[in-house]
């Protein structure tokens, strides 16, 4: 069975000189020197409470400060309110100290892994959301941090997002996690991960999907929302498409919904079941070492 090629993303543009300066305009350099000396000042006056996180200076990075300011439409005061809120919130939850071990019980079923890049060189996020129901919710949600802090890692260099693509092929009220769970991760990751979205692409969605995007989009802000598009698999679905009022009163705001993922991704490198020519079925023992050590940690 072959390897999905979480190992090699395709050759990224050549990185600019300055990077990541480089990619503001410059009447934006003044307000990054500004956050930068507010985030130094932090760590020099020792402001946070708690035990402090190991990497969180390098944490705080000068392409963290870039996302942010330009997540805050480059308002520094507010770009400088939100590092140290997530810095606070780093060294309280400690997403980098959750183990492989801890949640690897979560991930053995394949309802969440990294498969291949975007036309961008950026990883893309599997989840399979028909499979997604734990007994540990708590767990279930320290498994997609988890993957979120270290997805990052295979990042070609000038690449700081993730992508992601969630089949919800079957999904039913029965067969999912408590809401509070999904609404608490929209907040997290609105909060701590600003600027981390490249795009989602929800796949063959039912009318029990429509009913959760009514109470989940909401929580989720606009620019956050206009990256998620909905495509499907369904022949008859593709004849109708957005075309109950439901379903297009559901998607407003959203990127609405495209007819496949070739102007996104390679499909050879996606799956047959989403769509693709990529003959792939989830192995965890194969996957999940390959993934550690993509992402340098031991198992």
Same mark, same amino acid.
């Given at each position: ?10 050759? *990224?543009p *050549?990185?600019?000189?300055?990077y ?6 410059p009447e934006h350099?003044?307000l990054?020197?500004k956050?930068?000396?507010h985030v ?5 006056n020792?402001?946070?409470t708690?035990?402090p996180?190991p990497? +969180?200076?390098e944490w705080?990075?000068?392409e ?7 997540s805050?439409?480059?308002?520094a005061?507010k ?6 809120? =997530?810095l606070?919130w780093?060294?309280?939850y400690r997403? =980098?100290?959750?183990t492989?071990?801890?949640?690897e ?6 309802k969440c892994?990294?498969?291949s890049?975007?036309?961008?060189s ?7 959301s ?14 997609i ?7 990052t890692?295979? $990042?070609?260099?000038?690449v700081s997002?993730?992508c992601?693509i969630?089949?919800v ?9 408590p809401l %509070?769970?999904t609404t ?5 990751f609105?909060a701590h991960y ?6 989602? $692409?929800?796949?063959?969605p039912s009318w029990?999907l429509?009913?959760?995007?009514k ?15 909905f495509? =499907?698999?369904r *022949?008859?679905?593709? +004849?109708?498409? %957005?075309?109950?009022e439901?379903?297009? +009163? %559901?998607?407003v705001g ?6 496949d993922l ?8 996606l799956?047959?079941?989403l769509?693709?020519?990529?003959d ?8 999940? *070492?390959?993934?550690?050590k ?5 198992p």
């Amino acid at each position: 069975m072959p390897l999905p090629p979480i190992l090699s993303p395709p050759k *990224p543009p *050549p990185l600019q000189q300055g990077y990541p300066l480089s990619t503001l305009e410059p009447e934006h350099r003044t307000l990054f020197d500004k956050i930068r000396a507010h985030v130094d000042a932090v760590f020099a006056n020792n402001s946070l409470t708690g035990t402090p996180l190991p990497g +969180e200076k390098e944490w705080a990075d000068d392409e963290t400060i870039v996302r942010y300011l330009r997540s805050t439409k480059f308002d520094a005061d507010k770009a400088c309110a939100n590092i140290v809120k =997530t810095l606070q919130w780093r060294r309280d939850y400690r997403p =980098t100290e959750i183990t492989p071990a801890e949640i690897e019980p979560e991930s053995i079923n394949g309802k969440c892994f990294f498969q291949s890049f975007d036309h961008a060189s950026r990883p893309i996020f599997i989840l399979n959301s028909a499979i997604t129901y734990s007994k540990d919710p708590e767990r279930y949600l320290r498994l997609i941090l988890f993957n979120l802090e270290h997805g990052t890692k295979l $990042c070609p260099p000038g690449v700081s997002q993730v992508c992601a693509i969630a089949d919800v092929e079957g999904v039913t009220m029965f067969n999912q996690n408590p809401l %509070s769970i999904t609404t608490r991760l929209a907040e997290v990751f609105q909060a701590h991960y600003p600027e981390r979205l490249g795009w989602v $692409c929800i796949m063959n969605p039912s009318w029990y999907l429509w009913v959760l995007a009514k109470l989940v989009l909401p929580w989720i802000d606009p620019v956050t929302k206009a990256k998620i598009n909905f495509s =499907t698999t369904r *022949p008859k679905q593709k +004849e109708k498409k %957005s075309g109950s009022e439901e379903t297009d +009163e %559901s998607a407003v705001g959203t990127g609405g919904w495209i007819d496949d993922l070739s102007h996104l991704m390679d499909v050879g490198q996606l799956s047959v079941a989403l769509g693709g020519k990529y003959d792939y079925v989830y192995e965890h023992s194969v996957y999940w *070492p390959q993934f550690l050590k993509a992402v340098g940690l031991k198992p």
